[in-house]
């Protein structure tokens, strides 16, 4: 049956810290990857994407890996400041799949001063 | 910059009313979707809407659910007889194209079915 509700994996970081949040994909097909940020009460805001054919893309204080062998994704936050805390999904889109997006469970990052 | 912007922020309906939750896309996004987020759980995709018609849909998108473009700014979302597992946030999100572009979304329809 379903679950009553997702228990968050939990990322805490000391500011100034660099953050990794990883994410696993399932399905080898997908080729376009994009991390989301979710603060209380607001909806998912687009921070950085990559599409399957690299492995590596940096914005301004984040970069995302992707490594297709283990269909393992990562986001890395640089110098982390307590405004990075929030909930943080990755999100494919498949290959020939429309463009319907599908979201990972989503890792919680907690900024400790 | 331009945002995606829904109305209203929050929802609240007597089990069996219709609901109409509104949203205006970024204007010149072509693309347009709505998702859910049950409290606790993941976003869930509903419906992709292109060209005045639906392009692709979920499960969840039965019957009781419908979208609309009335006219050259709005985009909504109609649950015509509400149940009680319809209670979420609603998100609506558009894009330029389709593929591997970047979905912008608003801050959410919080729908709460009495």
């Known amino acids: 049956g379903e679950s009553v509700g997702l228990h968050l994996p939990t990322l805490s970081v000391q500011e100034g810290d660099n953050s990794i949040i990883n994410c696993a994909y399932s399905?080898?097909?997908?080729?376009?990857f994009i991390w989301y940020k979710q603060e209380s009460g607001k909806g998912p805001q687009f921070i950085i994407d990559?599409?399957?054919?690299?492995d590596k893309r940096q914005g301004q204080r984040v970069t995302v890996l992707l490594n297709k062998t283990v269909k393992h994704l990562s986001l890395q936050i640089a110098a982390t400041q307590p405004g990075d805390s929030a909930v943080y999904f990755c999100?494919?889109?498949?290959?020939?799949?429309?463009?319907?997006?599908?979201f990972g469970t989503g890792t919680q990052l907690k900024v400790e001063l | 910059e331009p945002e995606v912007t829904q109305t209203p922020s929050h929802q609240v309906t007597q089990m069996g009313q219709e609901v109409i939750l509104r949203c205006v896309p970024i204007?010149?996004?072509?693309?347009f979707y709505w998702y859910r987020q049950i409290l606790g759980q993941k976003v869930e995709f509903l419906v992709s809407?292109?060209?005045?018609?639906?392009?692709?849909k979920s499960e969840i998108f039965d019957d009781q659910f419908s979208v609309e473009r009335p006219d050259g700014s709005n985009f909504t979302l109609k649950i015509r007889s509400t149940k009680l597992e319809d209670s979420a946030m609603y998100f609506c999100?558009?894009?330029?194209?389709?593929?591997?572009?970047?979905?912008?979304f608003g801050d959410g329809t919080r729908l709460s079915i009495l």
């Open positions: 999100a558009s894009s330029e194209n389709q593929g591997s572009q970047p979905q912008h």
């Open positions: 399905n080898s097909a997908s080729d376009y």
């Open positions: 990559i599409r399957s054919n690299m």
């Open positions: 999100a494919e889109i498949l290959t020939g799949g429309g463009n319907k997006l599908t």
């Open positions: 204007s010149n996004h072509l693309y």
């Open positions: 809407f292109y060209n005045n018609e639906i392009s692709e």
